[in-house]
């Protein structure tokens, strides 16, 4: 029982390039999401799920898609990398909407 | 913009003492949780307070709120050094979704 599962752990990106952060959890949950660390910001929320093939915007969504074709599966995209979006990548799931998140381990991603 | 602020922002004690960290927020509840984040981890959730709950214990922690000064307050008793962390509140209102606030940066010196 993993848990939650975020890959990769650590990627530097050029200006520009693309890619894609996969969370993969092997809870059953429902709800998923995705939030981005910076030092003395806190947690902000890019985008959630609330279900298989839902997603919906959270408070800092430019620059990011996500897609939720598997349950287990929740995906952050970013088309064209910008030095803005150098953070720290968590995604997080809940069973219901009402309880306590689960959290993967991070994504550290640099862009230069 | 975050719902939750945490205060003090960082916070730094020696071993066996008491931290207490406090949490304000500006829109009702469903319900309040803290997680604690050690350096270069994901969060884990420690508590879960419901709106119409007032205290709540789990080992050496102790919750309250209170809802009518919109604030929460965590307290570590008998600190330790494993006790370093940041730690975070997050408000759940009516659309559910977690809102996580700045953090407190707890040090427990040994």
């Known amino acids: 029982n993993a848990g939650v599962t975020q890959t990769p752990k650590f990627r530097v990106l050029k200006t520009g390039q693309s890619m894609t952060l996969l969370c993969a959890q092997d809870?059953?949950?429902?709800?998923m999401y995705w939030y981005r660390q910076d030092p003395g910001m806190g947690l902000r929320l890019i985008h959630y799920?609330?279900?298989?093939?839902?997603?919906a915007k959270g408070e800092v969504p430019d620059g990011y898609n996500v897609s939720r074709l598997k349950k287990q599966n929740f995906l952050l995209g970013l088309e064209s990398a910008a030095p803005s979006q150098t953070s720290v990548y968590f995604c997080?799931?809940?069973?219901?909407?009402?309880?306590?998140?689960?959290f993967g381990q991070g994504t550290r991603l640099t862009v230069v | 913009s975050q719902q939750g602020e945490e205060d003090p922002q960082a916070l730094s004690i020696q071993e066996g003492e008491n931290a207490t960290m406090n949490c304000s927020y500006k829109?009702?509840?469903?319900?309040l949780q803290w997680y604690r984040q050690n350096s270069g981890r994901g969060l884990v959730h420690l508590i879960l307070?419901?709106?119409?709950?007032r205290e709540k214990h789990s080992g050496r922690l102790r919750v309250t709120l209170d809802t009518s000064k919109k604030s929460s307050s965590l307290l570590i008793t008998a600190s330790r050094a494993a006790d370093t962390a940041s730690y975070f509140c997050?408000?759940?209102?009516?659309?559910?979704?977690?809102?996580f606030g700045r953090g407190t940066s707890l040090i427990v010196h040994p």
């Open positions: 809870m059953n949950h429902e709800y």
């Open positions: 997080a799931t809940r069973p219901t909407a009402a309880t306590e998140a689960f």
């Open positions: 799920s609330v279900g298989e093939g839902t997603t």
């Open positions: 997050a408000t759940v209102g009516g659309s559910y979704i977690p809102t």
């Open positions: 829109t009702s509840i469903n319900n």
């Open positions: 307070i419901r709106s119409n709950e």
